[in-house]
């Protein structure tokens, strides 16, 4: 848009609107001006009308007071003799009508001129010869002979007809007579003697009274003191009205307003009224419709219209003009100008101008064209400048760039090689860990004396330290390369605390600590997430609280602070009493490699990995971990898990995994603690039909203990406190009870001693054993035993405590490894494996097992041994020589496919242990997967898994 049209747009209404506001203000003030000349006009007409009209109706009434005094009327009036009176009305009907015809000449507009009886016949009257006819109906003489009786005044006026020729005017008065009206009191109520009426036409107003008379469409007409419309033109606006509004009307009358015309709504017109009273019930109104009043002032509308346009458009071009001149026209020049500057053209040069602001813009303009050229010289020498410096610059990060893509491809070099070295060192620690670890639980298996047993045990718990150096590593290591998996899947949450913490509590009880569960009871049984991970967590924490600690104990907390939907949000708390942190050192304390200073003499030891894979572990899960402590007071490690919850119906799980990770197929293992193989019976527990009496006041640990004895088959009854032991007891026999020695009411020992009483005399032995979470010393094991318990469990337990206690007490059969040997059918067992070390410990495992083992040293050699004999599982490792296990296994199972041979189970081991790994293994056609070190106990399980499968 140019400058040209952008003014003329700023100009439009610049002009026009101050024009049209004074034309309209203009037009305004003589429309108005207009209204009132016309409304005047109207006011005018009325009041002449108005007079007219007063002045016949007052001679009217004059005349009549005039006829009302003749003698001979008086003289008729006062006769009250009938004969006398009958004479006197013969006299009257012949003389009186000589005095009424004399008013003939001199009041054209009077009809007639009666002398009623009281009773309405007439005596005597003049009829004017031009109207000889009856004018009136005798209905029509009823109705208005009715109306002067009524009247209250001596003198009335009436109005008879509707329309303006049979209209009239009754100026009546009442007929007394004179001696009568002087002796009679002035309030007296008496009958008249009779009636006078000049019946008069209204020329005076119908003249008046007709369309046109003031405007084109006003009139005047007559109304009653109701507002009865009484005269009216034809085709009037009020013809079918007859009656004025009743709202406006009591408007119309006020004394105020008879003067000045008022704006009334009629027949959805806007009229103007104004109205005068000819008599105490007769008003004559002047109306005029508002179009008449408008249509007066149009010539001068269209006039002013004129003329308001023709001022806008006179003033337009002038300013338009002038502008243009003063303005546009050197702006444009100065915008031309401006286009060739910036097309190059510096040339370019503006003529000179007067000096105003246009002249001075001129001159700036050429100064800077001046300095432009001498800029754009100094540009240019200096971009000559510039693309030199460009050139060799780029030359320079030319040579800089292929030094960094050489160096990228080192760095990824070192990666992969970073990747295969984890890999490798995992394979090449966890190989002989097996071998040393493996051998260490078989001589534990051996008879041996106590120094034998406690160096064997020295060594176990070493190369186990050594395996968890080594995980931690190799986690870090994972972390590092953002190759840290969960896996996903249902779990127990209390079993999983319990078995984290299974695993210390011998080292918590070595050191004199006691370990606690603190759990809420609206803890949901099943979540989803990584038990594993999960329990590491709590291994690591739990591990450095014991640690730390030398006196007191160990809490963990358990709760769940909020439940949304079906997730659930829990909070972990290790609280110890040990040494503390500084506060100076709790900033640092989750990083990699960090260790707490505790003084020159640091006899704690640690790699400094634990908090750090913690850390990292937890916001794998999307939780957060922090600590609080004073030192000297002991320190609290707490973290938050979001876990979706596990909707149980019956048996069956009907949630669906919400996390992003993928669920495994085959159950995962981590390192398992390694225990010495014991003498249990091998006999399911679900057959024995146990029932175990349950005497525990905490509900937490009701239904901690509940759930691990009905996982075992035991049948569990429940009593709150050692005196409902003793009812209950009195009256049902139990294979055991569990005994918590302090309860409420009464505790555990007391309980016990009246149970042992009631037993004496009796070939009955009930077996008690005491559940406590003090330390076990010898004078609480006096204690217990000397009251009649049988046995000492400690809190916390585990699923594991339970069996063994169960088959230790009940008294069935049990049988060694040796015993097992021979119970159970001989198997035959392929183990792939090319490390010698392993290949005799696990062949010892096997073997103790009673199993029958072959050995084939590496892939080629398994294929082709499986090919000859029929084995009934296969142990294949995964990394050998000649043919890895992956690839053997898949040789394998193309041969089954082949020959439609049932699937033999394959079980991988590896000292691998990712969730690629895991995968790559089941992709490849195995059935499970054991992570070494392998500890005869988790291989018994799943031997006995797979084989009594198949």
């Known amino acids: 848009m140019t400058l040209k049209t952008k003014l003329t747009l700023i100009?439009?209404?610049?002009?026009?609107?101050?024009?049209?506001?004074?034309?309209?203000?203009?037009?305004?003030?003589?429309?108005?001006?207009?209204?009132?000349?016309?409304?005047?006009?109207?006011?005018?007409?009325?009041?002449?009308?108005?007079?007219?009209?007063?002045?016949?109706?007052?001679?009217?009434?004059?005349?009549?007071?005039?006829?009302?005094?003749?003698?001979?009327?008086?003289?008729?009036?006062?006769?009250?003799?009938?004969?006398?009176?009958?004479?006197?009305?013969?006299?009257?009907?012949?003389?009186?009508?000589?005095?009424?015809?004399?008013?003939?000449?001199?009041?054209?507009?009077?009809?007639?001129?009666?002398?009623?009886?009281?009773?309405?016949?007439?005596?005597?009257?003049?009829?004017?010869?031009?109207?000889n006819?009856?004018?009136?109906?005798?209905?029509?003489?009823?109705?208005?002979?009715?109306?002067?009786?009524?009247?209250?005044?001596?003198?009335?006026?009436?109005?008879?007809?509707?329309?303006?020729?049979?209209?009239?005017?009754?100026?009546?008065?009442?007929?007394?007579?004179?001696?009568?009206?002087?002796?009679?009191?002035?309030?007296?109520?008496?009958?008249?003697?009779?009636?006078?009426?000049?019946?008069?036409?209204?020329?005076?107003?119908?003249?008046?009274?007709?369309?046109?008379?003031?405007?084109?469409?006003?009139?005047l007409l007559l109304t009653d003191g109701e507002g009865r419309i009484l005269l009216q033109p034809p085709n009037a606006l009020t013809q079918q009205l007859h009656q004025l509004p009743a709202t406006e009307f009591p408007r119309l009358l006020q004394p105020h307003h008879e003067n000045e015309p008022l704006p009334v709504k009629l027949a959805e017109q806007t009229v103007y009224l104004q109205g005068a009273q000819l008599h105490d019930n007769l008003y004559l109104f002047a109306l005029l419709p508002q179009e008449d009043v408008l249509a007066a002032g149009q010539p001068i509308k269209i006039l002013f219209a004129i003329v308001t346009l023709a001022t806008i458009a006179t003033t337009f071009i002038l300013l338009f003009f002038a502008l243009n001149y003063l303005v546009i026209n050197p702006i444009q020049l100065l915008a031309e100008a401006s286009q060739q500057v910036g097309t190059d053209n510096l040339a370019v040069q503006l003529p000179e101008r007067p000096s105003d602001e246009i002249g001075s813009l001129y001159h700036c303009f050429n100064n800077m064209v001046v300095r432009l050229r001498t800029a754009l010289q100094q540009i240019e020498q200096v971009n000559a400048e510039l693309e030199e410096k460009v050139r060799l610059r780029t030359l320079s990060l030319e040579q800089l760039n292929q030094e960094l893509e050489i160096e990228h491809q080192k760095a990824e070099a070192a990666n992969q090689a970073k990747s295969e070295f984890v890999a490798n060192i995992s394979h090449e620690l966890r190989t002989p860990m097996n071998g040393i670890l493996g051998m260490a639980e078989l001589l534990l298996n051996t008879p041996l004396n106590d120094k034998q047993r406690q160096q064997l045990r020295i060594l176990h718990e070493s190369g186990k330290n050594l395996v968890n150096i080594v995980n931690e590593l190799l986690d870090v290591s994972k972390i590092e390369a953002g190759r840290m998996e969960l896996e996903i899947k249902p779990f127990k949450l209390l079993q999983t605390v319990e078995e984290a913490i299974s695993l210390l509590c011998i080292r918590a009880r070595e050191k004199g600590l006691w370990l606690e569960i603190q759990a809420s009871d609206d803890l949901?049984?099943?979540?989803?997430?990584?038990?594993?991970?999960?329990?590491?967590?709590?291994?690591?924490?739990?591990?450095?609280?014991?640690?730390?600690?030398?006196?007191?104990?160990?809490?963990?907390?358990?709760?769940?602070?909020?439940?949304?939907?079906?997730?659930?949000?829990?909070?972990?708390?290790?609280?110890?009493?040990?040494?503390?942190?500084?506060?100076?050192?709790?900033?640092?304390?989750?990083?990699?490699?960090?260790?707490?200073?505790?003084?020159?003499?640091?006899?704690?030891?640690?790699?400094?990995?634990?908090?750090?894979?913690?850390?990292?572990?937890?916001?794998?899960?999307?939780?957060?971990i922090g600590v609080g402590s004073q030192e000297?007071?002991?320190?609290?490690?707490?973290?938050?898990?979001?876990?979706?919850?596990?909707?149980?119906?019956?048996?069956?799980?009907?949630?669906?995994?919400?996390?992003?990770?993928?669920?495994?197929?085959?159950?995962?293992?981590?390192?398992?603690?390694?225990?010495?193989?014991?003498?249990?019976?091998?006999?399911?527990?679900?057959?024995?039909?146990?029932?175990?009496?349950?005497?525990?006041?905490?509900?937490?640990?009701?239904?901690?203990?509940?759930?691990?004895?009905?996982?075992?088959?035991?049948?569990?009854?429940?009593?709150?406190?050692?005196?409902?032991?003793?009812?209950?007891?009195?009256?049902?026999?139990?294979?055991?009870?569990?005994?918590?020695?302090?309860m409420p009411i009464m505790d555990g020992y007391t309980a016990t001693q009246q149970i042992r009483q009631r037993e004496q005399n009796t070939p009955l032995h009930l077996t008690i054993v005491a559940m406590t979470a003090e330390i076990i010393t010898d004078k609480l094991a006096e204690s217990t035993r000397a009251i009649g318990m049988d046995d000492i469990l400690t809190k916390p337990f585990?699923?594991?405590?339970?069996?063994?206690?169960?088959?230790?007490?009940?008294?069935?059969?049990?049988?060694?490894?040796?015993?097992?040997?021979?119970?159970?059918?001989?198997?035959?067992?392929?183990?792939?494996?090319?490390?010698?070390?392993?290949?005799?410990?696990?062949?010892m495992m096997l073997e103790e097992l009673g199993y029958r083992v072959d050995i084939a040293n590496d892939g080629q050699e398994a294929v082709e041994m499986t090919a000859k004999e029929n084995y009934d599982l296969i142990l294949m490792d995964i990394h050998m020589p000649i043919l890895n296990g992956y690839k053997a296994t898949e040789q394998i199972r193309d041969r089954e496919k082949d020959n439609q041979y049932h699937p033999l189970p394959i079980i991988a081991i590896t000292a691998s242990a990712t969730h690629a790994d895991v995968e790559k293994c089941l992709a490849a056609g195995m059935n499970d997967f054991l992570a070494k070190p392998v500890t005869q106990e988790y291989l018994a399980q799943v031997l006995n898994k797979w084989l009594t499968e198949n």
């Open 798 to 843: 585990t699923k594991a405590d339970l069996e063994q206690l169960l088959r230790k007490w009940l008294s069935y059969p049990v049988a060694s490894p040796e015993q097992l040997a021979i119970s159970k059918p001989a198997h035959i067992l392929l183990l792939a494996e090319d490390n010698e070390a392993n290949q005799v410990v696990e062949k």
């Open 11 to 131: 100009l439009i209404p610049l002009v026009v609107i101050p024009i049209v506001l004074l034309g309209k203000l203009s037009y305004d003030y003589v429309v108005d001006t207009t209204k009132q000349k016309v409304l005047m006009q109207m006011g005018t007409l009325l009041k002449q009308v108005y007079q007219g009209a007063q002045f016949r109706l007052q001679t009217a009434q004059v005349n009549i007071e005039l006829l009302s005094e003749s003698g001979l009327l008086n003289s008729y009036l006062s006769i009250t003799d009938k004969d006398e009176r009958r004479l006197a009305m013969q006299a009257l009907q012949t003389r009186m009508p000589y005095l009424f015809n004399s008013y003939q000449h001199v009041y054209q507009d009077y009809y007639n001129i009666q002398v009623l009886l009281p009773d309405g016949s007439e005596v005597t009257g003049f009829i004017n010869e031009k109207n």
């Open 133 to 219: 006819k009856n004018i009136f109906s005798q209905t029509d003489k009823a109705a208005y002979f009715s109306q002067i009786k009524n009247s209250a005044n001596l003198i009335d006026i009436f109005f008879v007809g509707k329309s303006s020729q049979n209209s009239y005017f009754i100026i009546a008065k009442k007929l007394f007579p004179q001696s009568f009206l002087v002796n009679t009191p002035a309030n007296a109520l008496i009958p008249p003697r009779g009636y006078l009426l000049i019946i008069m036409h209204p020329y005076f107003l119908t003249e008046h009274i007709k369309i046109g008379e003031i405007s084109e469409n006003g009139y």
């Open 632 to 742: 000297g007071q002991g320190c609290t490690f707490w973290f938050r898990l979001n876990l979706p919850v596990v909707v149980m119906t019956g048996s069956v799980i009907s949630n669906s995994l919400s996390l992003s990770s993928s669920v495994m197929p085959v159950e995962m293992h981590s390192v398992i603690e390694s225990r010495h193989w014991s003498t249990w019976s091998t006999q399911p527990l679900e057959s024995l039909n146990i029932t175990v009496l349950l005497v525990e006041d905490d509900k937490i640990n009701q239904i901690v203990a509940t759930m691990a004895l009905e996982e075992l088959g035991c049948r569990v009854e429940i009593a709150n406190h050692g005196q409902e032991a003793v009812e209950i007891t009195a009256n049902q026999s139990y294979d055991l009870v569990l005994m918590d020695l302090h």
């Open 524 to 624: 949901p049984p099943q979540v989803i997430g990584d038990n594993n991970r999960l329990r590491q967590i709590l291994i690591n924490l739990l591990g450095n609280a014991i640690k730390f600690t030398s006196k007191g104990g160990v809490t963990i907390q358990i709760k769940l602070e909020e439940k949304i939907a079906d997730k659930a949000q829990l909070y972990f708390a290790v609280i110890d009493t040990g040494i503390g942190i500084p506060q100076q050192e709790l900033h640092y304390l989750f990083d990699k490699f960090h260790q707490v200073d505790v003084g020159a003499h640091n006899h704690y030891g640690g790699t400094g990995l634990g908090l750090f894979i913690c850390r990292q572990l937890i916001e794998l899960m999307g939780g957060e």
